[in-house]
């Protein structure tokens, strides 16, 4: 199959927002937690740092989902690859 340019474009914003959304991912997961050790002061009688780790990170996890499921929604619609309804 050949692709055509528009497909290319296509692809081409896919491979964009799923990098940027992975080295988002990479930051939060890696970054933000290896420095966390260094909050030491408490949070709800919790170090700060666990918090960071077991909260922070997964509420940053779901909105990297949710966005990725929106802009890829409005990508297929604008490229008409969009599922749309079967019925």
């Known amino acids: ?7 290319r474009e296509y692809w081409g914003k896919n491979l964009r ?13 890696f970054v933000v937690l290896f420095f966390s050790r260094d909050l ?3 949070f709800f009688g919790w170090p700060f740092s666990f918090w960071v ?3 922070g990170a997964l509420v ?22 969009s599922e749309g309804d079967e019925s």
């Open 53 to 55: 780790a077991a909260q």
């Open 17 to 29: 927002i799923t990098g940027l959304l992975l080295a988002l991912w990479f930051f939060v997961t």
């Open 60 to 81: 940053v996890y779901c909105l990297i989902i949710w966005y990725y499921a929106r802009y890829m929604n409005k990508l297929d619609k604008e490229y008409g690859v």
């Open 40 to 42: 030491t002061f408490s």
């Open 1 to 7: 199959m050949q692709l055509t340019a528009r497909h």
